[in-house]
């Protein structure tokens, strides 16, 4: 019963944004349609796993959740109007479900195919009047499915605070038009997409605050859209390389933390413990991805994620081939991250010095240079640099100023051991 009911939340939460997407794209109401599409998986919880999974259960979902909104518009004679004429735009049998043998991808709404709803929403959420903070908070809501309160916790804010954030993105995005943007601003648009998805997984692999190292409700989350995405955009190399880039950072995790969640660095790593397989469709995707178009900054960080997970053991690394990857990444993306990610590339092929002089350029430069989070991983690097160099008390001073500045407990741990262990040792 335990493993029926399992795979009735993953069937319910892989269809709910494009119930969602249907019911907005037909309806235009976004916080009535949200509502009932909820009302509709809590009867869906309750009767599947008594009556059984019926043979379309997109189509059950959407015709349940139609018949709760339309008795929500009912209630007001205004959007009693607006019901009307949604529905004189709608075939009469547009709820219908298609006969057996009709492929999955047939719309529900006789329109298109109905995993392109949960693209159209995703542009939605990334609409460019919200602020990313918005965005992503809308996207894990209406796309995702996590509740106001997962998501609080998730941003370690108050579920008032977040309620009151996506109330707004809501309010904002009220009256666009349910479309996909057309070709002019298509590839901004989806660009603002994947990079609220690289947002959330980032999150959730190294939160930014917090007790925890990893939040794997959001990581997992962020890989599940991005496939999503993918199968809707099989041949779009930037989605490809997305992936890849999620899928091999995230099969290390096993090895990341230590029997108390104490933090392991990269190099530290048991190897052994990562995901093999996982390791295995990433570097697939990664060449896939290349050979989708040209090299773009996820395609980039994928094949530097790559090598990584490629070597056996840390010295193993190609870490010539890496550098080489980041040149050309820095030269396309002002990402302060890849810039310091250059910068450990540089120490490892030309010396801890040479890496310490692009780490002091970049606090010299002021790019970012404003963010505590910033300043945190420029002085953890430059701790780690001058460690390698034979300069323990500057290295000291270095990890404890990154120790103070960051919000994540288990770095600020890991980097308050390193200055402890350099203490007298005089090496």
Request: proline share 6%; net charge negative; glycine share 8%.
């Amino acid at each position: 019963m335990g493993r029926a009911t399992d795979d009735i939340e993953d069937l319910l939460r892989r269809h709910a944004p494009q119930v969602l997407g249907a019911l907005v794209r037909r309806y235009g109401h976004f916080d009535p349609a949200e509502d009932s599409v909820q009302e509709a998986l809590i009867a869906a919880a309750e009767q599947w796993p008594r009556d059984g999974i019926p043979d379309n259960p997109r189509g059950w979902l959407i015709r349940v959740a139609s018949r709760r909104l339309t008795d929500r518009l009912r209630s007001d004679e205004a959007r009693r109007r607006r019901e009307e004429t949604a529905a004189a735009l709608t075939p009469a049998d547009a709820f219908v479900a298609p006969p057996p043998g009709e492929g999955p991808g047939t719309s529900s709404l006789g329109r298109a195919p109905s995993e392109d709803d949960t693209l159209t929403l995703l542009f939605l959420c990334c609409h460019p009047a919200l602020s990313p903070a918005a965005q992503i908070a809308l996207t894990l809501r209406a796309v995702g499915g996590l509740t106001t309160a997962e998501i609080a916790r998730a941003h370690l804010v108050p579920e008032a605070t977040m309620a009151q954030r996506i109330s707004r993105a809501k309010r904002t995005v009220r009256g666009t038009q349910f479309r996909q943007p057309d070709a002019r601003d298509r590839d901004q648009r989806l660009a603002a997409v994947l990079q609220v998805l690289y947002l959330i997984f980032n999150e959730g692999y190294t939160a930014t605050a917090g007790p925890d190292l990893h939040r794997t409700d959001l990581a997992r989350e962020a890989i599940r859209l991005t496939r999503a995405v993918r199968r809707l955009l099989p041949h779009e190399g930037r989605v490809t390389g997305l992936l890849a880039l999620m899928v091999l950072t995230e099969a290390r995790t096993p090895a990341r933390t230590g029997p108390d969640g104490e933090l392991i660095p990269l190099d530290e790593q048991d190897r052994a413990r990562w995901d093999r397989t996982a390791i295995a469709e990433g570097i697939a995707l990664a060449e896939e991805a290349l050979a989708q178009g040209p090299a773009g900054d996820y395609q980039l960080q994928a094949a530097i994620a790559a090598l990584h997970d490629e070597a056996e053991r840390a010295e193993d690394t190609d870490w010539p081939q890496i550098l080489a990857l980041y040149d050309v990444l820095v030269r396309r993306t002002p990402d302060p991250a890849a810039a310091l990610g250059r910068a450990v590339a540089v120490a490892m092929v030309h010396g801890p010095r040479a890496g310490l002089a692009e780490v002091d350029a970049l606090a010299g430069a002021g790019t970012s240079g404003r963010a505590e989070q910033w300043h945190y991983r420029l002085d953890a690097v430059r701790g780690h640099l001058l460690e390698r160099a034979g300069d323990p008390d500057a290295a000291r001073t270095a990890y404890r100023a990154a120790a103070d500045a960051t919000l994540s407990e288990p770095e600020a741990h890991y980097l308050r051991r390193r200055a402890d262990r350099l203490n007298g040792s005089g090496t």
